[in-house]
């Protein structure tokens, strides 16, 4: 469990990354070392759930957000999701272990590696989707100080860029040869990436503004506090620079009613929608009656108060904005209350005046590669909205930010990012962060649009590539002569 943790001190905002190595090389010495399949499986759970835990030890803050003061349950909530995520690590552990026992062709030392580095990144992958996927915190995020070395993601996705993440930091378990040959990889993967970013395009799009309220979870959805909310939005909106904008981004949820058809609250949000541009605003949004549906959503408002276009978010958080088949079992939904969003129909690219075709993606989406973008159009760029101030300064939002600038290098595009209470970015086609606002401050950012990629490989392949990059490497392993060493001490 202590390595597992320690290579969870890795992952973005400390980036300490020879804990990694330390953390995936006692890793790989325990697999090694285990007399059974069950044994490994058993060392990999263990060493999971301390990665997990401290991974995700954010999600306590949560709990703690009143008026809904749940304290007590946070560490158990917290603890009891790395249980359930450690078992990928050791489903990769043990499945690799019982081949390598059972074929004795799979026993060389190179090729043990390179088979629970496969392992290794099926599970990952798995973990993205099963379930409906919680794919935080990748191995490939241990990188995200650099962006040279996440250009990766752009051909075989962040999966895959794990895939060679697992090997350098595991590879001084295989000698010093090949910790010098990580060493050189990383040293070249740098250089490569730096080249195929080059210097910063510039932005020469539409003019967008991204507002950050900085108003505390606690006060949001107070009534009392509307009116104050709902002043300042308005107010950091229509600030200096108001008319030259295209549109001005809201954070998720940041609107502070439900919007219904003919809400009279659209005359007061049209105010904040630029002339001939658009109000883009996270806000929860119903039919006429809640009972016709109830959805987190965006809405693209127009400066005469109407809604021009809607996203209604597809990937809902499970237990977080709906209750798992609540409509299959309503006692279920009586005990808890209405307890869900509905899911949106699909993604999609929004195509408005004034701005290139986008994809909204709210909150939670942003984690999923290969899901960011609908069947229409290729989009010209993303829009992430957000709301991270239910889990305070810890972790948790740099954490997130990370995700969405690695789907802007998987799929080529800039990305818009409005968070709440940060951290509000514009960031590049590359991963690059052009202009932002750190946590808990309170104003905007004026920014031009990045212009986009040329789709890439991952863009049009999606997890194709990730698989073919597994089967290279699989006979690379096999090309190189079965030697039975033990890895090294």
């Not at 000698?175 to 040959?181: C, I, Q, S, V, Y």
């Amino acid at each position: 469990m202590t390595a597992g943790a320690l290579a969870a001190l890795a992952m973005p905002p400390l980036y300490w990354l020879p804990l990694a190595v330390v953390g995936v090389v006692v890793l790989v010495r325990l697999w090694d070392e285990a007399p059974t399949a069950r044994q490994a499986a058993l060392r990999a759970w263990l060493w999971g759930i301390g990665h997990f835990t401290v991974g995700s030890y954010w999600m306590v803050e949560a709990f703690f957000v009143p008026p809904a003061d749940f304290a007590p349950l946070g560490p158990p909530a917290v603890f009891g999701l790395a249980l359930v995520l450690g078992a990928f690590p050791a489903i990769a552990a043990g499945t690799a272990k019982a081949l390598v026992l059972r074929w004795p062709l799979l026993a060389g030392r190179y090729r043990r590696l390179v088979l629970l580095a496969i392992a290794w990144t099926l599970t990952e992958w798995l973990r993205g989707h099963v379930f409906t996927g919680f794919p935080w915190n990748p191995l490939a995020h241990v990188w995200a100080f650099a962006p040279p070395l996440l250009q990766g993601a752009a051909l075989f996705g962040v999966y895959g860029l794990g895939t060679l993440t697992f090997l350098v930091l595991a590879s001084p378990a295989a000698g010093w040869r090949a910790a010098l040959a990580a060493l050189v990889a990383v040293g070249l993967a740098g250089v490569g990436g730096q080249q195929i970013m080059g210097e910063r395009a510039p932005a020469a799009g539409p003019i967008v503004r991204i507002v950050q309220p900085n108003i505390p979870q606690a006060e949001k959805g107070r009534r009392d506090l509307r009116a104050r909310e709902m002043k300042t939005l308005i107010d950091l909106s229509r600030r200096d620079g108001f008319d030259r904008l295209a549109a001005v981004v809201w954070p998720e949820t940041a609107v502070p009613f439900v919007v219904q058809p003919g809400s009279a609250g659209l005359e007061m949000l049209a105010t904040a929608a630029p002339p001939g541009g658009v109000l883009l605003a996270g806000a929860v949004r119903s039919g006429p009656s809640m009972d016709d549906g109830v959805w987190n959503s965006l809405l693209a408002i127009d400066s005469a108060g109407r809604v021009i276009a809607t996203y209604d978010k597809v990937h809902l958080v499970p237990f977080g904005e709906y209750i798992p088949y609540h409509k299959e079992w309503p006692p279920l939904t009586g005990l808890v209350g209405r307890g869900s969003f509905d899911a949106g129909a699909s993604f999609t690219t929004l195509a408005l005046p004034g701005l290139p075709g986008f994809s909204p993606l709210i909150c939670y989406e942003a984690l999923f590669p290969a899901e960011v973008t609908g069947p229409d159009a290729r989009p010209a760029w993303l829009l992430n909205v957000t709301n991270d101030a239910w889990f305070g300064v810890s972790s948790g939002p740099y954490q997130h930010l990370v995700s969405a600038r690695l789907r802007s290098i998987e799929e080529g595009l800039p990305m818009v990012r409005a968070a709440n209470t940060g951290i509000s970015a514009f960031i590049d086609a590359y991963g690059r962060i052009l202009a932002f606002l750190d946590m808990e401050n309170q104003g905007v950012i004026d920014h031009a649009l990045p212009p986009p990629r040329a789709a890439t490989p991952y863009a049009r392949w999606h997890d194709w590539t990730l698989f073919a990059l597994l089967a290279v490497l699989a006979a690379c392993a096999f090309a190189i002569g079965p030697r039975r060493k033990a890895f090294d001490p």
